[in-house]
């Protein structure tokens, strides 16, 4: 059966297909934090590095990073404008089990330790092409998304602390949520899973995965 996907340059998917004729994602996002502040929702996020891609059917926007750099095909490269951060994500398929894997390296560029710092993605799916029907559960690192056809989003390494989020808000403006949903509710809701990377030491990165999958 059909398995089709695409990423824009900004860095986030923007179409999910299988089977055919069936669309998923209406959008997604990035985004990372970093100092003692981002680590409250209630925080002052003055000082925050941070950086949201999002794609919204055709309108794509960036605030906080630097315009991406492609090293080859399946790479997009975005630095923070504060020059602090550099993130590098690397997009690949299986399509046998219907998933895509979304590798991303974060390197501290500064030569001083980071602390506090937070990547987070943010899926917005819309399952069969339709928003607010969809029946959101959290399980572990995952968050899934079904109606008649099923997807989820998740933080798959698990050496690194994750959480995984039921989003209630549908603007995507920090790495934190607006608001945490109950499983098994119905409507309109987002995917997020943050990875909590601590205090990054100045040169060295450090590298996790994402899985988005059909089920």
Not at 124 to 135: I, R
Request: glycine content about 10%; proline content about 5%; overall charge neutral.
């Amino acid at each position: 059966s059909l398995f089709k996907w695409c990423f824009h340059p900004n860095g986030t998917l923007g179409y999910l297909e299988a089977p055919a004729g069936s669309g998923h994602l209406f959008g997604e996002a990035f985004g990372i934090c970093a100092d003692s502040a981002a680590r409250s929702p209630e925080g002052d996020y003055d000082g925050i590095v941070h950086g949201l891609a999002t794609a919204r059917s055709t309108i794509l926007s960036t605030t906080g990073f630097l315009p991406p750099t492609f090293p080859n095909a399946t790479t997009v490269v975005h630095r923070t404008s504060s020059g602090r951060f550099e993130v590098r994500q690397v997009f690949s398929q299986a399509p046998a089990d219907r998933s895509i894997f979304i590798a991303v390296t974060v390197k501290n560029l500064r030569p001083t330790p980071i602390s506090g710092v937070l990547f987070s993605r943010v899926a917005d799916f819309d399952m069969d092409g339709t928003a607010g029907f969809d029946q959101w559960f959290k399980f572990g690192s995952s968050v899934v998304a079904t109606q008649t056809s099923t997807a989820s989003l998740s933080g798959v390494t698990g050496a690194i602390p994750r959480e995984a989020i039921l989003e209630t808000s549908k603007v995507v403006t920090t790495c934190f949520q607006d608001g945490s949903a109950a499983n098994g509710v119905v409507g309109d809701y987002m995917a997020r899973v943050n990875y909590d990377l601590g205090t990054m030491a100045g040169g060295p990165s450090k590298t996790f995965r994402y899985r988005v999958a059909m089920l």
